[in-house]
Nanobody
Framework: QVFLVESGGGSVQAGENLTLSCAASGGDASRLGCMGWFRQAPGKQREGVATIERSGTTSYADFVKGRFTISQDNAKNTLYLQIHTLNSEDTAMYYC???????????????????WGQGTQVTVSS
């Protein structure tokens, strides 16, 4: 069993930057092959943001447009998401997801990953 805990969310002003973190723990946390982020805005469906394989290969949603950067620290079993120039459309609950397998480690499959965190809220005001 793997546990994921997100942190770093909060209320920010439009134009600011934010870095979210996701700490993985549990007996198999060091063997995760794929990690990613998805988000859910109020009244909207969940949407994938980005994924990263343990090897470092990344995949991003089209709407990211270069403003988001996913990264990881394998030694710390921690995933990050840097968000630059936040705008009101980025307001959402951001979730971390992970899986031991990297077969489908693409942003389009992030919702199929086995383990999910509880989420961290990001609220952007203009």
């Amino acid at each position: 069993q793997v546990f994921l805990v997100e942190s770093g969310g909060g209320s920010v002003q439009a134009g600011e930057n934010l870095t979210l973190s996701c700490a993985a723990s549990g007996g198999d946390a060091s063997r995760l092959g794929c990690m990613g982020w998805f988000r859910q805005a109020p009244g909207k469906q969940r949407e994938g943001v980005a994924t990263i394989e343990r090897s470092g290969t990344t995949s991003y949603a089209d709407f990211v447009k270069g403003r988001f950067t996913i990264s990881q620290d394998n030694a710390k079993n921690t995933l990050y998401l840097q968000i630059h120039t936040l705008n009101s459309e980025d307001t959402a609950m951001y979730y971390c997801a992970a899986d031991h397998y990297d077969t489908f480690c693409r942003v389009g499959y992030v919702l199929n990953l086995s383990y999910w965190g509880q989420g961290t809220q990001v609220t952007v005001s203009s």
